[in-house]
């Protein structure tokens, strides 16, 4: 298997040249094992580091901001080197996966002291490649989300007719997903799965059609075809679940077979033979989830916001999980959405149950807390990477479900959910959890090979060799004691040296006593030295060597009863999964109440019409947000639902200014429609919404420099996307469309949008608008409904009242936005001298134009405006501009001072 580097080594790079004939035997052995492991950074092990050569080196150091230095000679030259220490390596191997670099693991295989007895270089080996996708420690991965490796196969169809099957894995949790698209839906797929790693074929990675945005994803690794070969995949497959037919698998198509065998067989080749197990993989059927573009992601920021962060994020909001599966859960969740009824009704009335029971919710919660990250510890396990930790995880998660059922036993009648989450707790048995605690030690190391996690009582074996270990002196005195008790010589000693190790040591006098039987069949005479014989017995060669070998023999013991621990792990795999699956369930359904209860969410209605009716609908993010300043949301009703004797769902065009809160407005309804086909209650005091099965946002603005497109042509691309593929079920929500290019160009645009969306897509739609125009279209389209964002002013400046009303707004108030902003005085005055201009002059003769060029138009043209009347601050100003001073008595003055205050704008 050939992996593309992520950054390009150039072929004259050193480290893939033939060694030369001259080479020390480490750096031939480096050379061996770097030329079978190309396109990967090595970490070659010396002693207490992990060391980088050549071309790996200074790609390394770049990264990881480390030093650069340099080994010896290599033709000439000298050989670039830098290392990391082993203890401090995971987070080296973070940053470096991270940047998309792949890693293999050279490790020493012996001891070095065997090596230097034969006088050879240490024998090492690559023990594991690390990608993107293949990780499972903790240190490495993000507790709150899903670590997918994804597989992309293609086949080709007559034109336009390509299918592409996918298959995901998370060996951190043995998820096994796979589905098959359309080539067009392809982009919306991988936002919603947002996979670490993806792999496809060389010829794909090449595609003139597919490669550009397949190469722009995180981490793409290009593989050799037989990786994807569809004449093996079912036998491969079959060899990794160990079954002899498909029949035991889910059923897929051939080509989702080929995408799950490619999965398997870089996941074979990456973890070197120690197959991580993994569920048996779960098909996705078509049309089963929401489709979600990635533009309406962004957009709608549902897990990052567009600076990129978690926090602001709708995820982060409603996020109230305890747990780190319950975390990762709900954002599979928030990813995909569901379209079937029944499934999203069950999941509502498992959050209703925590609602209407506040006590037992909490408690849940409470116990919930002290479940660990079950499915990752038995990962990590099952490929031989875990720890002490790990194991007590399991057992703390098993004596937590028996707290959780528990609780849950006080529902009388559980919902489906909850009923086959409390079946799932009571599969892990019993004895694991209490062999595990009886076994582990209260302080546990974080590695195996650390030692000390055993409990003592627990290995009579174990504990001998440690008492050996740790109370050597007081064994060694106790045998002096009774050795002198034995002789009748009281001045005998046991002593030790580096040369003769432990010997019995008695004065010259009584050498001859010790050399004499029957004593001399004990003690065995070893020197003879000026005033003391020394000698040694078989007992004392045993407890030298017992001594001696007590510390390694202490840990061997230790890691054989670790192995038999994590067999026991293995054998219960499949049901501590599901139980660790159950957690992860009651988590998000606990959290989803606890969301509810506090920020006042309603149950939605979920059915199979076109309805869309929201009342008293707020946004999730900006609510929680004001509430934080000590401000209320003013909430807004929406109502898309198909009116008496409409087959399709109606359009709203809202007009209004900017800042008045129509973008918002927009996205809140979006959201609604989304968490309520989570299976989540909603920010609304009520809601009936008829399945959506795809949403589409086309809101803010955003150029693409790196493809040559700008704000405009972006807005145009996300439009088109929608006027092609959204149908009557579809939520389309639209901000602003034509407002990158000429007055004339994007209202002809807008208008001929709104007229397509109403006639071909006729789906549910939010069309926020500042071409006041397109509101005379609502007498025209019989599903055309306008609303405004209503606004009040207040002595020349605009105050914003966020409730959105039937009707249609004739200003945009630009320039108060503007003054708002903070532009100088003098432009805003300037501002709106020009507006008044062209409001009296100019508007009339462009309706009349526009008329007259596209009679469709024709029906928002308009006599000339009137003159806007004065305003009460102008009507003061002309008033006393009046007034000449000089001209007054004090009597007029008087009076005019009064007829001034007289005009003043009532508080």
């Known amino acids: 298997m050939t992996i593309q580097p992520a950054v390009p080594v150039p072929p004259e790079s050193a480290a893939s040249a033939e060694p030369p004939a001259r080479v020390s035997p480490m750096m031939e052995q480096y050379h061996e094992i770097k030329a079978a492991n190309p396109g990967l950074l090595l970490f070659y092990r010396m002693g207490d580091f992990y060391e980088l050569f050549f071309e790996d080196a200074e790609i390394a150091s770049r990264a990881l901001g480390i030093t650069l230095t340099k080994r010896g000679k290599h033709q000439g030259l000298d050989i670039p080197m830098c290392g990391v220490p082993v203890e401090r390596s995971d987070d080296y191997l973070h940053r470096l996966i991270a940047l998309g670099h792949r890693v293999a693991v050279c490790e020493q295989t012996e001891d070095p002291a065997l090596a230097r007895a034969r006088k050879s270089v240490v024998r090492r080996d690559v023990v594991r490649l690390i990608t993107p996708g293949t990780l499972t420690e903790d240190t490495l991965l993000d507790a709150r989300a899903n670590n997918y490796l994804l597989a992309i196969a293609r086949a080709r169809g007559s034109a336009g007719t390509d299918r592409i099957g996918l298959a995901w894995i998370d060996i951190s949790t043995a998820e096994f997903i796979v589905t098959e698209c359309a080539t067009g839906e392809l982009a919306a797929t991988l936002a919603r799965i947002n996979p670490n790693e993806v792999i496809v074929t060389d010829a794909l990675y090449g595609d003139a059609e597919l490669g550009p945005s397949l190469r722009e994803l995180p981490a793409v690794t290009p593989l050799t075809r037989d990786v994807f070969d569809s004449a093996t995949a079912e036998r491969r497959l079959c060899d990794y679940f160990a079954v002899a037919t498909m029949d035991g698998l889910s059923a897929m198509s051939r080509l989702e077979a080929t995408a799950a065998a490619a999965c398997v067989t870089y996941i074979d080749r990456t973890q070197l033979g120690k197959r991580p197990p993994l569920s048996p993989p779960s098909r996705e059927m078509a049309g089963a989830t929401m489709a979600i573009d990635p533009a309406t992601r962004a957009n709608l920021e549902l897990t990052r916001t567009l600076s990129g962060e978690r926090k602001g994020s709708l995820l982060d909001a409603i996020d109230c999980t305890v747990t780190a599966a319950g975390s990762r859960l709900l954002a599979q969740r928030l990813a995909a959405p569901l379209t079937d009824v029944a499934m999203i009704a069950r999941r509502l009335d498992a959050v209703a149950s925590f609602v209407a029971e506040p006590a037992l919710r909490d408690d849940i919660r409470a116990s919930l807390r002290a479940a660990p990250d079950m499915a990752r510890a038995l990962a990590r396990l099952s490929v031989g990477r875990g720890g002490p930790r790990d194991l007590a995880a399991l057992r703390d998660g098993v004596l937590a479900a028996d707290q959780v059922l528990a609780l849950l036993a006080q529902l009388d009648t559980p919902p489906h959910d909850i009923a086959t989450a ?154 501590l999964r599901a139980a660790a699956h159950a957690f992860a369930l009651l988590d998000v359904a606990t959290a989803l109440a606890k969301l509810a209860v506090d920020d006042n969410y309603a149950r939605p209605e979920v059915d199979g019409s076109l309805a869309f009716a929201i009342e008293g609908g707020r946004h999730p993010v900006v609510e929680q947000a004001l509430r934080r300043d000590g401000q209320p949301f003013i909430a807004n009703a929406c109502d898309l639902s198909p009116g008496p004797g409409q087959q399709s769902g109606q359009i709203w065009l809202i007009t209004g200014p900017n800042m008045a809160g129509k973008s918002t407005f927009l996205r809140q309804n979006a959201l609604i429609a989304l968490l309520a086909q989570i299976g989540s209650f909603v920010p609304a005091t009520r809601a009936r919404i008829g399945i959506v099965d795809r949403l589409f946002s086309r809101v803010g603005a955003a150029d693409d420099l790196a493809r040559g497109r700008s704000t405009f042509m972006v807005e145009m691309v996300e439009t088109a996307v929608i006027l092609n593929q959204a ?66 002013e207040w002595r020349g400046d605009v105050v914003f009242l966020h409730e959105v009303l039937p009707g249609s707004a004739d200003r945009s108030y630009g320039i108060q936005v503007a003054k708002l902003a903070g532009l100088p005085p003098g432009v805003i005055t300037r501002a709106k001298s020009v507006l008044a201009k062209l409001e009296a002059q100019d508007r009339g003769q462009n309706a009349r134009a526009l008329a007259e060029d596209l009679p469709l138009f024709a029906v928002t043209a308009r006599a000339p405006a009137e003159p806007s009347p004065p305003s009460e601050a102008e009507q003061l100003i002309a008033a006393l501009g009046a007034i000449h001073p000089d001209e007054l008595s004090p009597r007029e003055a008087l009076e005019a001072l009064y007829a001034l205050k007289a005009k003043l704008p009532k508080a």
């Open 422 to 575: 409390m079946a799932a707790l009571r599969r892990p048995s019993r004895d694991l959890a209490f062999e595990f605690a009886r076994g582990l030690a209260d302080d546990l190391p974080l590695m195996k090979r650390d030692g000390g996690f055993v409990r003592d009582g627990f290995d009579a074996a174990l504990d001998e060799t440690r008492k050996l270990r740790d109370d050597s002196r007081l064994i060694v005195a106790a045998m002096q004691a009774r050795y002198a008790d034995e002789t009748g010589v009281k001045g005998l000693k046991i002593r030790h040296n580096n040369v003769l190790g432990y010997f019995v040591e008695v004065t010259a006098q009584h050498g001859d006593k010790l050399m004499t039987p029957p004593l001399n069949a004990i003690f065995i005479h070893r020197q003879t030295l000026a005033g003391q014989t020394r000698f040694t017995t078989s007992e004392l060669g045993e407890i030298e060597a017992k001594i001696a070998n007590a510390g390694d023999r202490a840990l061997g013991l230790e890691l054989e009863i670790f192995d038999r621990l994590a067999a026991m792990v293995e054998a219960a795999g499949e049901d």
């Open 727 to 792: 149908s009557e079920r579809a939520l389309v929500i639209l901000d602003e469309i034509g407002r990158g290019t000429a007055t004339f160009d994007g209202l002809s645009i807008a208008w001929a949008a709104i007229e397509h969306l109403h006639e071909s897509n006729r789906c549910r739609s939010l069309f926020a608008t500042h071409y006041h125009e397109l509101t005379a279209l609502s007498g025209k389209l019989p599903r055309l409904f306008n609303a405004t964002v209503r606004v009040k």
